[in-house]
C-alpha cells in the first residue's frame, strides 16, 4: 500500500491545517483554499510525483521503484484523494493493451469485494467512469506493468476537503470518513487477495511467461540506439531503463542492424557501431519494456470512435459541450521524448554486446545531475590548451559546464558556424574558452568542471584554421555573460510548469535564477534581470494592466521573454508587439474530409452531421491530447545551435503558434503524412492545425526579444528533446539589454 509517496507535501498539508483549521464545512471556506504551491501530488521541486513512474526523475519515485522490484507485490494499491465520492477500480476506459486477460478479471474481483464492504456500510462509490488505465506512468499502471494488480483508490474525505466539507446537496463528509474509507478498502483488498493467493500468484508468473513469449514472437523484439551527436541522452536513456529493472546492453563490436526509425519511414540497414545500445524485449520484463519502448500505442477503435463522434456532436452546439475523455498523453515513447532516434524490429540482433548494470546504491539515487546521465560520463580536458578549450553544444554537460564557468567569471564565447581548429572540424554552436582571454585558473578549472559535467573538451593548440575560414577568433563568434534569470512564480502560474523549471535550471544546469511573484511584476525593479521566463499560466488577471506595461517597457528596453503553452498565448497580445501570421480557415473540402472520417469511425446507422461553418478558424479544443508531432529545425538560426537533425519530435498537448511575419520561426511542424509520429490525431483536422506552423519563434521587440516555444520544452522533465532550445535561448538570445546599454 503506497501512502507515503510524497511525504514533503504532505507534511506542507498538516501545516496548512493545523494553521488554519476551523471545521467550517463551507466550501469557499479559507481553510478548503491553501496557497499555491500546497498540491499533494507534488513534492519539493513541485513535480508531480503521480506521473513521474514513467521518467524516474525524482528521488522519491525511485526509491518507490526500486522497492516494487525488490517485493513483486501481486498486488499494489495507491491510496489517493479526494474525490467527490470514493472511486476504485474496475478503471474507465482506454485500458492499456499489454496487460494479460487476468488483470481485468482480478480488477473485477477485487472491485466486487470492494463493493461489498461498501454496501454493508451504505457508503456511496463509483468505478469506472473518469479514472483509465493508459498512460504507464501512474503509481497503478506502472506497477501493474511490472506483474502486479495496480490501482489507485481515491477517497472522498480530507486534503482539500478538510476536517469537515458541505457536499452539494448539504450532506456533511468528515476526515473521519475519508479515513474509513481508505481503511475499510484496503482490508477487503488484502482479504481478496488471501483468498485466491494461489490463483493470483499463478497468474502473476504467467504475466511474465506471457510478456516474454509475446516479445519473442511479436513485432517488436529489439530496440537499439547510437550515441552519434547526443552521447548524454543516449546514456541517460539506458540509465532510466535500467532503473526500471529493464535489462540494457551496449555492444562491444560493429555490425548492422536492420530496423525502422522511430522518427518514420520504411526498414532500412543501420551500420552500428561499438558503444550502441539495445534492448532485447524477450527478457523477463517484456511488458514494461514493451509499454515505454513501443513505437506507438493504439487507442482502442471504441474510445477513439467515441471521441471523434463527440467532436461532431459538439461542433453543433455553442453550449453544453460534452469534451473529450482522454485523461492524460496518448505518446510517450523515451526515445521519442528525450529528442533521440532509434531503431525497432521484430528481429533478434547477433551484434556482439555485453549487459549494463546500475553500481550499488545507484537505482535509489537522488535524482541530481550527478545521477541523470550514465555511469560511465568519461568527461574531462584533452590536454592543456594553449589558444582555447571547446566543447559543442546540445547536452545538459554542456550547459552545465558553461553555467559554471560564467558563474565563476571566466569568458566564453559561442561559434554560430562550424569551425576548425588544430585541422579537426567542431560543429555550429561549440563553445570556446579562449586562453588568451581568461586568468590562469581556466586550465585547473576547466577541467575539474569537465569531468563533473561529464563532457569531453578539447584542447586546442592554434586558433589557425587549416582550411576554410572558421577558427576559434572569427567574427561568427559571439561573446557570451551570465544571464540574469528570473522565472515568474505563484497564483496564476502553472505549479508543475515552474517545478520543471525550478528543478532543471537549478539541478540539472546550475543556473541561478530569482523565483518572483507574478503579482509583483508591476512593482518590481526588473531592470536587474536580463531574463524572464513565464511558465505555462494564465498571466492577465494576475499581471493586470500595470504589470503587463511593465513587462512590455522592460522588453523594449532590451529584455528577454521566454514562455510557452499559455504564457505564449499571452506573450502575443498586441501589448507586447509580436507579430503572427493568422490562422488558416476551415474550407468545403476539409469539412468533407473531416465529416467522412467521423462518419466512417462511427457504429453503423449513427447519424453525426458535422455543421460547421466555412471560414471558420481551427478549434483550439482539436489540438492533440499528447501525441508526438515531427517539427523541422532550421540549422542556420542561433536558437537551434547544438542540433545537428533536420527533424525533431516534440510531445505536443497545447495549439500550435501562429508563424512571426517580421520575427523567426526556428523551429516549425512538418506538413502532410510526416506530422504525426505516434499518438492520438484528429483525422484532418491536426495537419490543419499544426503542418506548417510553429513550435519556436523568435521576436524582435524594441531593443528585446520574446522567444515562444508551441509547448513547454521541458515537460514533466521526461518530453524534453527541446530543452536544448531552452537553454540556447537563455544563453544566447539574453544580449538585447547589454548591448543596447553600450
Known sequence: INLAHNPESHERFVAWYNAFVMGDADPDALEHNAPWGMNTNNNHYQIDLNRDALGLTQTETRAVAAELQRWRPQVFVDLHGQTTQYFFPPPATPVLPFYPDSYEKWMERIGAGNAEAFDQHGWSYYVRDVFDLYYPGYWDTYPALHGAIGMTYETDGGGGKGVRWRRDDGTILTFADGIAHHYVASLQTIETAVRNREEMLRDFHGHFAAGMESARRGALRTVLWVPGDRPERAARLATTLLRHGIEVFRTTGSGTFTGTSYMGGGRARVSVPPGAYMVDLAQPNATLARALLAPDVEMPEEFASEQLARWARDVRRAVDQEGFEFYDVTAWNLILAGGLDGWWSADGSSIAATPLALPPGMAKAAGDWRTDVAWDRGGGVTGRARSAY?????????????????????????????????????????????????????????????????????????????????????????????????????????????????????????????????????????????????????????????????????????????????????????????????????????????????????????????????????????????????????????????????????????????????????????????????????????????????????????????????????????????????????????????????
Open 390 to 742: 571547446l566543447w559543442p553544444a546540445g547536452g545538459l554537460g554542456s550547459y552545465r559546464l558553461l553555467a559554471r564557468l560564467l558563474d565563476e567569471g571566466f569568458r566564453v564565447a559561442v561559434s554560430e558556424l562550424a569551425l576548425i581548429a588544430d585541422g579537426v572540424d567542431h560543429p555550429r554552436g561549440t563553445f570556446i574558452a579562449r586562453v588568451g582571454r581568461n586568468p590562469e585558473a581556466l586550465h585547473d578549472r576547466m577541467a575539474a568542471l569537465a569531468a563533473e559535467a561529464g563532457v569531453v573538451v578539447t584542447a586546442a593548440a592554434s586558433a589557425f584554421p587549416s582550411r576554410g575560414s572558421q577558427g576559434t577568433g572569427s567574427e561568427a563568434t559571439r561573446s557570451l555573460t551570465q544571464p540574469r534569470v528570473a522565472v515568474l512564480a505563484g497564483e496564476g502560474v502553472g505549479i508543475t510548469s515552474f517545478g520543471a523549471v525550478w528543478y532543471h535550471l537549478e539541478r540539472r544546469i546550475g543556473q541561478p535564477f530569482t523565483a518572483l511573484r507574478a503579482t509583483d511584476v508591476a512593482r518590481t525593479d526588473l531592470e536587474k534581470f536580463d531574463v524572464i521566463i513565464l511558465p505555462s499560466g494564465g498571466y492577465g488577471p494576475v499581471l493586470g494592466e500595470s504589470g503587463t506595461e511593465r513587462l512590455a517597457s522592460w522588453i523594449r528596453a532590451g529584455g528577454l521573454a521566454i514562455g510557452w503553452s499559455g504564457s505564449a498565448s499571452f506573450l502575443t497580445g498586441e501589448e507586447f508587439g509580436t507579430t503572427q501570421a493568422g490562422a488558416d480557415e476551415l474550407t468545403e473540402d476539409s469539412i468533407a474530409a473531416i465529416r467522412a472520417r467521423i462518419e466512417a469511425a462511427a457504429p453503423p446507422g449513427t447519424d453525426l452531421p458535422v455543421a460547421v461553418t466555412p471560414g471558420a478558424e481551427p478549434a483550439d479544443e482539436l489540438r492533440v491530447p499528447g501525441a508526438f508531432l515531427r517539427a523541422r529545425v532550421d540549422r542556420t538560426h542561433w536558437l537551434t545551435l547544438g542540433y545537428e537533425r533536420d527533424a525533431l519530435p516534440v510531445l505536443m498537448r497545447s495549439a500550435a503558434l501562429p508563424l512571426s511575419e517580421n520575427g523567426a520561426n526556428p523551429v516549425v511542424f512538418a506538413g502532410g503524412e510526416d506530422l504525426v509520429i505516434s499518438g492520438f490525431s484528429w483525422p484532418e483536422n491536426t495537419p490543419r492545425a499544426y503542418a506548417g506552423r510553429a513550435y519556436a519563434t523568435v521576436d524582435y521587440v524594441g531593443d528585446g526579444r520574446i522567444v515562444l516555444f508551441a509547448e513547454e520544452p521541458i515537460y514533466r522533465l521526461v518530453f524534453d528533446g527541446p530543452a536544448g532550445l531552452l537553454m540556447n535561448a537563455i544563453y544566447l538570445g539574453a544580449r538585447g539589454r547589454r548591448d543596447a546599454a553600450r
